[in-house]
């Protein structure tokens, strides 16, 4: 035990003299939680939509009514009028408007007549998050204009009654588990992945064999300081990220013990599996290459972006072996949902399982290169 704890004290005294080092390692995802987490997930404001009105009569007025309603208030679009349909599709194309409405000539009288007349809407489908956004909000104008003045006296029309189990959500709040268990990731790629493949390229493990210290211990100490530097980065950042998304989860003790459960599991597992692809690497560009198509290959798939439902089958099967795919299901049942113990004893299952069966496999791989 002694000789493993040398080997602890000695990982993290590297660690703790180069701050700069887990400094760098939450960098990147507190940006990408800011950024990203402003960036989508809002709701469109101020898009440009050209209006054409052939028929200035009173039916058409109110649709103008109602398209200024909507700038004056949520603010979703903005109109501006223009005279001919030709110009408006012009600006459409160039990226001067978002999308074009045209009202036709003679549309009040066939609304009048109830001849059901047609609104054109011309929109830049281009970006499909904004063209639909846009076509949401202008078919329930539409549904507007098409209800009844005077309302039956007995609503005999199926409802849908909607209730929301948990407040309003933000990106923010949505994007911040996986951007903890990114920080994790990036811990354990540097200050274990590359900085154990260079201690080997130094020779530093070879200082190793000439003490009494067994293979074993060497595995665990060296795992162990790789965790404990993940569990910093873990913490770091879900404190430091709830208080920026504006959540209260850390202010919940029995909230606080799990986060930090799903935090140490995740971290031995995360430190398993690079480790166990590190054991047998000797180059030092390597896990350099590798981090960005791990990366890509970890994390994407976890279902920390967009849910795991919407994948096709071939990127399920990734998602469920992934330890990012429970790490981040485990963060989000207690920092956004506050579930409990009994919502994530699974993910905590897989985890630990999924690393201690990684350093299993890797310390004979390991033994083999003494």
Same mark, same amino acid.
């Given at each position: ?205 070879? %200082?190793?064999?000439?003490?009494? &210290?067994?293979?074993?211990? $060497?595995? /665990?100490?060296?795992?162990?300081? =790789?965790? @404990? ?108 949902? %506050?579930?409990?113990?009994?919502? &994530?004893?699974?993910?905590? $299952?897989? /985890?630990?399982?999924?690393?201690? =069966?990684? @350093? ?11």
């Amino acid at each position: 035990m002694n000789r493993m704890m040398a080997i602890i004290e000695r990982e993290m005294r590297k660690f703790f003299r180069s701050p700069v080092l887990m400094l760098m390692s939450m960098m990147l995802p507190l940006v990408q939680l800011v950024i990203l987490g402003n960036a989508f997930g809002g709701k469109i404001v101020n898009a440009r939509v050209g209006l054409v009105d052939y028929d200035h009569g009173p039916e058409a007025v109110k649709v103008e009514e109602d398209f200024a309603a909507v700038g004056a208030t949520i603010r979703t679009f903005k109109t501006i009028s223009y005279d001919n349909e030709r110009q408006a599709r012009v600006d459409v194309q160039s990226g001067k408007l978002d999308a074009a409405v045209i009202i036709p000539a003679q549309y009040s009288r066939r609304v009048e007549a109830g001849d059901a007349p047609d609104i054109g809407l011309v929109v830049d489908n281009s970006d499909q998050f904004l063209s639909s956004s846009l076509e949401a909000e202008l078919q329930s104008i539409v549904d507007a204009l098409n209800a009844p003045l005077i309302p039956a006296p007995v609503n005999n029309k199926i409802a849908l009654d909607i209730v929301e189990l948990y407040p309003y959500i933000s990106y923010m709040k949505f994007l911040l588990p996986g951007l903890v268990c990114l920080a994790m990731y990036v811990s354990v790629m540097i200050g274990g992945g590359m900085l154990y493949i260079d201690d080997k390229a130094r020779g530093v493990h070879e %200082g190793y064999l000439v003490t009494p &210290i067994t293979g074993l211990e $060497l595995v /665990l100490g060296m795992n162990i300081a =790789g965790a @404990l530097k993940a569990i910093l980065s873990g913490i770091s950042l879900a404190v430091i990220g709830t208080l920026m998304a504006g959540m209260g989860s850390i202010f919940h003790p029995v909230q606080d013990l799990e986060m930090l459960a799903v935090i140490v599991v995740t971290s031995i597992a995360f430190n398993g599996m690079m480790f166990l692809m590190m054991v047998r690497v000797d180059d030092p560009l390597v896990p350099r290459a590798m981090f960005g198509v791990l990366n890509t290959l970890l994390f994407f798939p976890s279902g920390a972006i967009y849910p795991i439902a919407a994948f096709p089958p071939w990127l399920h099967v990734i998602a469920v072996a992934d330890p990012f795919t429970y790490a981040v299901h485990g963060l989000q049942q207690v920092l956004i949902k %506050g579930a409990g113990f009994v919502s &994530i004893y699974q993910d905590l $299952l897989f /985890l630990a399982a999924f690393g201690v =069966g990684s @350093l299993m496999i890797a310390t004979p791989l390991f033994k083999r290169t003494l």
